[in-house]
Structures are given as C-alpha cells and as structure tokens.
Nanobody, 114 residues
C-alpha cells in the first residue's frame, strides 16, 4: 500500500523559506510525484511535479521561487520554497500518479505572514 507522509510546513514571514518533504513508502518506481496546494475557499492546484525521468514543471505563480527534487536513496520528494508570499499560504499535499493509480498524503500547512 502506498503511503505518502508530508512534513516541513509551518509559519514563516514573507520573504522567508521552507522546505517540504514527502516520504513515500510502498512504491515500486516513482511514477510522477507532485506537490499540490489548497487555500481556504479555493480549489486544489498543482504547484510542481517531477516525472520518473526527472522532468519538472511548475505553476507560473511559483516559477523561479520553488524547486522540486527527489532523493532516490531515501524515497523522498522535496519542495524547496523561497521568497514566500502571503498568497502561498495553503495546505500542501504530496501526490503520486503511476499506472493509473493516484495516491495522496494528508498534507502539511504552510502559513506565510505579511
């Protein structure tokens, strides 16, 4: 059974940085790993994704500020978030898609104060 566990969220001032981690277990191969976020009253949106081949893509709103990476040895995906803005405040979720199956973590809360 696939399990995704996020960590690293917290409260940070605008302009600051946070690094989110997603520990994956029960997986065979990476598939496409993604970070999504959902702010109160808004739809969940894709923030960044990395394919099994290592290709990455980002939402326009985070390009140049966020970086997604993968640690194959530790089965962990990271999201480095720099120059954080109040509008980045949201619950951040880890996602995996592989062979037609999709898995979600429970999320970690990021709050950016102005």
């Amino acid at each position: 059974q696939v399990q995704l566990v996020e960590s690293g969220g917290g409260l940070v001032q605008a302009g600051g940085s946070l690094r989110l981690s997603c520990a994956a277990s029960g997986i065979i191969g990476w598939g496409t790993m993604g970070w999504y976020r959902q702010a109160p009253g808004k739809q969940r949106e894709l923030v960044a994704a990395i394919t099994s081949a290592g290709s990455t893509n980002y939402a326009d709103s985070v390009k140049g500020r966020f970086t997604i990476s993968r640690d194959n040895a530790k089965n962990t995906v990271h999201l480095q978030m720099n120059s954080l803005k109040p509008e980045d405040t949201a619950q951040y979720f880890c996602n995996r898609r592989s062979d037609g199956l999709e898995s979600w973590g429970k999320g970690t809360l990021v709050t950016v104060s102005s």
